[in-house]
């Protein structure tokens, strides 16, 4: 009994059936939870057969492993804790004391908070780059510069860089490539296809898309990810198989979840572009979008993350108090709309000066769209939107 290697041709019955265990045991439908921690031991030569629940190789495990590989373009995959645990084992596996990375200016929190203060505790710095200004890239270089990281679209901004281009310096340059693929999913963008070293997930956000998890991933070579594999042994950040088995079902239905998302969000931003309490959308489906131009030739779809400006900061506690349907919490690609503030959430631990700079300003609203229907969304952004004025207004 073990987890099958047939691939299919669409992303959407690979979700369902790419990895299955076929036949099932009792002839199960559904991968049953193998909620053991260990496995009586068949001659294992060394450490590396064991099975054990730490090293990430029971059935529960390889199903995900398979599945993950398949619906990303990728040989191989393996699933961690938390989307943290695997972008530090997937930094970690590439780079060690006195090493270098490239990476993008602009990085989810957690992921800057890591190279800033662990990796560089551990000798290894960093520099950010302008995505924007491939001819700057070059003088960031120094000799130890192994690593270069980036993410398919950033937070809270969603820009999109030229994503071939920095594939080709960093191949020109022999820097190995890592991208944080979280926002797109693997429905709208496969990083891998583009030759992307290795692709990391918070397979916390679309991936299970209910909410209810933690969870991460690490795509990639085989090689590369045995690699991966045998430090998140050491690390222990593993998945639990209770955990697994919501994240296959959670996964089921990705194909639909996000391209509803799709819908929804180029709707939404649509219509917050054309009110007058909007200052700017930024979403990489608007044709006035810096990134579009990018997103429009790699990606299949834009994705359910935008972002706007509201007129004033003053606006945006009335507007977040008065939208009834979006619900007001941090994290994203979930079933349910959220609404955030990025300056008080992701970017609070910046300074106001440094929030400035990059453009995370207190009017900035940034909103995970969901499957609710659109129309009632879009009627609850409007009121809310009028009611923010009208406080605004009272207010001065
Ligand atoms: C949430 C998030 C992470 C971190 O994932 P966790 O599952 O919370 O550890 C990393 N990158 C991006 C883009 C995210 O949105």
Redo the contacts with the bound molecule.
């Keep these: 009994m073990s987890s099958s290697h047939k691939r299919f041709k669409s992303i959407d019955t690979n979700l369902l059936h790419a990895g299955a265990i076929r036949p099932n045991i009792e002839d199960s439908v559904v991968t049953p939870i193998f909620q053991t921690s260990t496995y009586l031991t068949g001659g294992d030569r060394d450490y590396d057969d064991v099975r054990y629940v730490r090293c990430s190789n029971t059935p529960n495990h390889a199903v995900l492993h398979a599945r993950i590989a398949a619906i990303e373009s990728a040989e191989s995959a393996l699933v961690t804790?938390?989307?943290?645990?695997?972008?530090t084992t997937a930094i970690l596996s590439i780079v060690k004391t006195g090493d270098h990375i490239l990476t993008q200016r602009c990085?989810?929190g957690?992921?800057q908070m890591f190279l800033n203060e662990d990796a560089k505790g551990l000798g290894i710095d960093h520099m950010p780059i302008d995505l924007n200004d491939p001819s700057s890239w070059r003088k960031a270089l120094k000799p130890k510069t192994k690593l270069l990281y980036v993410?398919s679209?950033?937070?809270p901004l969603m820009e999109v860089g030229d994503l071939k281009a920095i594939v080709a310096f960093a191949r020109e340059h022999n820097l190995v490539t890592i991208i944080?693929n979280?926002?797109p999913s693997p429905v709208n963008f496969r990083p891998i296809e583009i030759g992307f070293d290795l692709v990391?997930?918070?397979?916390?956000?679309y991936l299970n898309g209910h909410s209810d998890i933690?969870?991460?991933a690490i795509v990639g070579s085989q090689a590369r990810i045995t690699k991966a594999t045998k430090l998140l042994n050491h690390l222990g950040g593993m998945l639990d198989p209770h955990a697994c088995f919501l994240l296959e079902r959670g996964m089921k239905t990705m194909g639909l979840r996000v391209r509803q998302q799709n819908q929804n969000a180029l709707q939404l931003a649509q219509f917050l572009s054309k009110r007058d309490e909007v200052s700017e959308v930024r979403y990489p489906g608007l044709s006035s979008d810096a990134g579009h131009k990018f997103a429009e030739k790699l990606f299949d779809g834009y994705g359910g993350m935008l972002a706007f400006y509201l007129k004033s900061d003053a606006m945006a506690e009335p507007f977040l108090n008065s939208v009834t349907i979006p619900l007001h919490a941090v994290?994203?690609?979930g079933v349910e709309s959220l609404v955030v503030r990025p300056s008080r959430s992701s970017h609070a631990g910046l300074t106001a000066k440094e929030r400035e700079a990059l453009g995370v300003t207190d009017a900035l609203i940034r909103v995970s769209v969901g499957i609710e229907n659109i129309d009632e969304l879009i009627e609850d952004f409007s009121a809310a939107l009028s009611m923010s004025h009208v406080k605004e207004a009272k207010r001065a």
């Design positions: 804790a938390s989307g943290m645990a695997a972008i990085l989810y957690g992921t993410e679209i950033s937070n944080d979280t926002f990391v997930h918070s397979a916390t956000k933690g969870a991460g994290s994203l690609g």
